[in-house]
């Protein structure tokens, strides 16, 4: 019998079987996924404490009913003609302070961008795709003017640059210099969303 | 010249497979550190409608999640087909998320509790009822920050 040399190797082949169970149970599990929407802003509960007193041109009423259809300024009106219809609103600018605006000066409609209000009323049986269709329009209203601007000054899209600033990732540097920008677009079009409280009607 | 001919002509030699768990560890380590375990089974159905205008929620640990929908299979029995609210792992009614939202807030460190995001998971199919119920509690919390959670698509998608 040959006498053994020291303790005998111990096979590591099978290292990698163990590994690789491991790996594809940590591969199932994994979810890499950011979310995303639409970021609002509810308003504060507390009333402001005077009054503050809106001409009714200067506010833009959209309205979904049960069903889904739209009464938009009292007249009915298909969800694929509201970004249009609202992009008008903002951008009317009766009053010629705004000299950005290219919409039509009618004095019946909004004063100036930035004190035109969108208000969205919705019925308590509306359905909730319906409802973030319509928010999305409006969203895309605002997007579409600050695009445009932003377009015209600095040469890129809003939304793009918006989401560098607020992407982690972007260095400092250039993050100080879009805040500026972005700051500004976002002055030009002052996102003014309010939601009512719904009617039970 | 019997020394040279010991070694048999035309065998290949193994590849050494020594390395191989070593790759695998380091596959293993990258998926182990991007991993993040669902904290929460959902138990409501939860499509969530299209849109366009979308950001992107960065930062996790400043979210709040708050999933609605109708309950799935197994809970309809005892829940109903009706939207309800899911709340971490449990059903809960609209005045029990004010709280949760108060409870949530004071688990997170001093630093972030003023900047959270509340995002709403709902299910395409639910009512703006309970929807405007939860916006109001949220009101009540001062959580004013929220977030419709959507996918990325056309938002028309959602009206068929």
């Known amino acids: ?201 | 010249m019997a020394k040279f001919t010991k070694k048999k002509e035309g065998d290949l030699p193994a590849v050494s497979t020594a390395s191989l768990p070593d790759i695998v560890f380091m596959l293993l380590f990258f998926f182990m550190t991007v991993t993040t375990m669902k904290d929460s089974s959902l138990m409501v159905a939860n499509t969530l409608p299209n849109a366009s205008e979308i950001k992107k929620l960065e930062k996790k640990d400043r979210v709040i999640y708050i999933y609605v929908g109708t309950p799935t299979q197994e809970y309809q029995k005892v829940f109903g087909t009706e939207p309800k609210i899911q709340l971490n792992d449990k059903f809960a009614n609209v005045d029990e998320v004010g709280s949760f939202i108060l409870a949530e807030r004071a688990k997170k460190p001093q630093e972030l509790q003023n900047v959270l995001t509340t995002a709403l998971k709902v299910d395409k199919e639910a009512n703006m009822g309970l929807i405007t119920d939860i916006k109001q509690q949220l009101r009540e919390v001062n959580a004013l920050k929220v977030n419709y959670t959507t996918y990325e698509g056309d938002a028309f998608n959602n009206l068929q």
């Open chain 1, 1 to 201: 019998m040959p006498r053994r040399k020291g303790a005998p190797e111990v096979n590591a082949g099978s290292m990698a079987d163990i590994a690789f169970l491991l790996l594809i149970f940590f591969l199932v599990t994994t979810t890499i996924e950011t979310d995303a929407g639409l970021d609002r802003m509810l308003p504060p509960i507390e009333p402001p404490d005077q009054d503050v007193v809106i001409k009714q041109k200067n506010i833009f009423t959209v309205s979904i009913n049960r069903n889904g259809q739209l009464l938009v300024e009292d007249n009915l009106m298909e969800i694929e003609d509201l970004r249009e219809a609202a992009t008008a609103f903002l951008e009317n600018g009766a009053d010629g302070s705004c000299t950005y605006c290219k919409g039509k000066k009618d004095p019946s409609s909004s004063d100036n961008p930035t004190k035109a209000i969108i208000s969205l009323k919705n019925d308590r049986e509306t359905k909730y795709s319906t409802y973030i269709t319509v928010q999305n329009e409006l969203v895309g209203a605002y997007n579409d003017l600050r695009n445009r601007e932003a377009q015209r000054l600095f040469g890129s899209d809003f939304t793009t640059m918006e989401s560098k600033y607020l992407d982690p990732e972007t260095p400092s540097n250039v993050r100080d210099e879009l805040k500026d920008k972005v700051k500004r677009v976002q002055d030009m079009f002052p996102q003014k969303l309010s939601e009512a409280e719904t009617t039970t009607d």
